[in-house]
C-alpha cells in the first residue's frame, strides 16, 4: 500500500492518534493503522506523539479515501513556492509555513526546494484542526 507522509505537529500531541485519524480519514478508530504502520518511530507507546516525527499514512485512493486535500505539486510551482500554492489553494499566502511544516518529511529542509510530482498533505482552509470542513 503506498503511503504519505506527514510531519507531526505540536497539536498533535493534544489530539493524539485519534484526533490525527479522525483529520486524515474521518475515521479516528483508524488510530490503530496508524499505530501499526509508524510503531518503529512512535515506539511502545501509541499516546507518545512528538512533534518532527515523520509518519507514515497508508494511502489507497481506490479503497482508502482520506477526508484531507492533496496537493500534487506542478511544474510551475517553483515560481510562486509554497506561498503560491497557499493563495491559489487555501485563500492565505501566509500558510505556505503551515504547509511545510506539515510536509517537512517530503519536501526536505529547505521549503522553497519543492519538486515537481511531490504529493503534499494541504491543512484545511479553516486554521481549526478541530473543525469539520
Given amino acids: 500500500m503506498p503511503y504519505l507522509i506527514y510531519t507531526v505537529q505540536p497539536e498533535d500531541r493534544v489530539r493524539g492518534l485519534h484526533g490525527l485519524a479522525r483529520w486524515l480519514y474521518g475515521a479516528p478508530e483508524r488510530w490503530v493503522e496508524l499505530y501499526h504502520a509508524n510503531q518503529g518511530v512512535i515506539g511502545d507507546d501509541p499516546i507518545a506523539l512528538r512533534p518532527g516525527q515523520q509518519l507514515m499514512v497508508p494511502y489507497d485512493p481506490a479503497t482508502n479515501p482520506l477526508r484531507i486535500s492533496l496537493y500534487r505539486v506542478q511544474g510551475d510551482d517553483y515560481r510562486s513556492g509554497l506561498a503560491g500554492i497557499a493563495l491559489r489553494h487555501l485563500g492565505d499566502p501566509g500558510r505556505a509555513e503551515q ?35
Fill in 99 to 133: 504547509i511545510y511544516r506539515i510536509n517537512r518529511g517530503v519536501i526536505g529542509e529547505n521549503p522553497d526546494q519543492l519538486q515537481t510530482g511531490q504529493l503534499l498533505i494541504m491543512p484545511q482552509r479553516t486554521h481549526n484542526p478541530y473543525v469539520n470542513e
